[in-house]
């Protein structure tokens, strides 16, 4: 269905944007990336563009299709994020005017702190950290312009099997981290492979779901600990597990206090945050199949290199 599109890609050098850009390819699709310093995946044209300047996009907007914006700033202040993130992102949407259809990747840290339990897409969002903030403002910003236009998808966190920061945070963690062990340490963890991603993107842009937004999560959540135990067995170290209060337990000497590990760590193995892809499967056909329990070990011996 993508067989002679034409898709202006942004964000193509990331973790996100190259999965896409190879399977949007190989759906048929000629790709244009909108480069600013990197270089482009193969097999897509290269156009230079920034998403601060309205007459560069203008010009990588001739002639598309679709618009699959993947491009996003992760870190830095509130006022660095807003203008990237929010900003370029209002600017790109206003500028799309041609394009039949819009795909925003954005992610699920849009829906409000607590507990979420397989949640769905009418979630309250919400969130209070500057990048996911900025997220949430960018979806709204896009929904004004493009209306039923605008294809959104919340992932979660994505990895890739490779060198990659989910990866390699994992690895830090059973090195050099006391590990909160809450309970028997079953709260699971949603991530998703980048290329499992990118088969949503695909659906996206084909017109599968239109002006829908979708949570775009892996086949199945980890278990925190049977995920750091895999790590720590392919790395062959011994994670440090620490038994741990959970959230609003009286004081313990038996029992580590929150306080005593990072507060992210702590926070996701003491507070269930997963997401239902209900609404994915069945609107845009998405069918993850990238298995945790085989990308992540693989992943991790990337991330130590060729062997002797």
């Known amino acids: 269905m993508l067989s002679g599109a034409r898709i202006l890609l942004t964000g193509a050098s990331?973790?996100?944007?190259?999965a896409a850009a190879l399977r949007l390819a190989a759906a048929g699709a000629a790709v244009r990336a909108l480069v600013h310093r990197a270089s482009p995946p193969p097999g897509t044209e290269a156009v230079a563009g920034d998403l601060d300047d309205g007459d560069s996009l203008r010009g990588a907007l001739e002639g598309m299709d679709v618009v699959v914006h993947a491009a996003a700033r992760l870190a830095g202040s509130p006022e660095d994020l807003h203008r990237a993130n929010v900003e370029g992102t209002s600017r790109l949407a206003d500028?799309?005017?041609?394009?039949?259809?819009?795909?925003?990747?954005?992610?699920?840290?849009?829906?409000?702190?607590?507990?979420?339990?397989?949640?769905?897409?009418?979630?309250?969002v919400g969130p209070d950290e500057p990048y996911a903030l900025s997220k949430l403002e960018a979806e709204r910003a896009a929904r004004r312009a493009l209306g039923g236009r605008l294809t959104v998808l919340r992932a979660v966190t994505v990895y890739r099997t490779g060198p990659c920061p989910f990866v390699a945070a994992l690895a830090h963690l059973v090195r050099e981290e006391a590990l909160p062990l809450v309970g028997e340490g079953r709260v699971p963890i949603?991530?998703?492979?980048?290329?499992?991603?990118?088969?949503?993107?695909?659906?996206?842009?084909?017109?599968r779901g239109p002006g829908a937004t979708f949570n775009v999560a892996?086949?199945?959540?980890?278990?925190?600990?049977?995920?750091?135990?895999s790590v720590a067995a392919r790395l062959g170290v011994a994670p440090g597990w620490l038994p741990a209060a959970r959230p609003g337990d009286p004081p313990s000497a038996a029992l580590a206090p929150p306080d005593?590990?990072?507060?992210?760590?702590?926070?996701?193995?003491?507070?269930?945050?997963?997401?239902?892809?209900?609404?994915?499967?069945?609107?845009?056909?998405?069918?993850?199949?990238?298995?945790w329990r085989v990308e992540v070990p693989w992943a991790v011996d990337a991330l130590r290199g060729p062997g002797p």
Do not use: M
Request: charged share 25%; no cysteine; net charge negative.
């Open 14 to 18: 990331g973790l996100v944007g190259r």
């Open 95 to 124: 500028l799309a005017r041609g394009a039949r259809r819009f795909v925003l990747v954005s992610t699920t840290a849009v829906y409000a702190p607590g507990p979420l339990f397989d949640a769905d897409e009418e979630s309250a």
């Open 190 to 207: 949603d991530f998703v492979h980048a290329d499992d991603l990118a088969s949503a993107v695909v659906g996206a842009a084909e017109g």
């Open 260 to 291: 005593r590990f990072a507060p992210p760590l702590y926070a996701a193995a003491a507070v269930q945050r997963t997401v239902s892809i209900a609404r994915a499967r069945r609107e845009l056909g998405y069918a993850p199949t990238r298995s």
């Open 218 to 229: 892996g086949p199945e959540p980890a278990p925190l600990r049977e995920l750091l135990d």
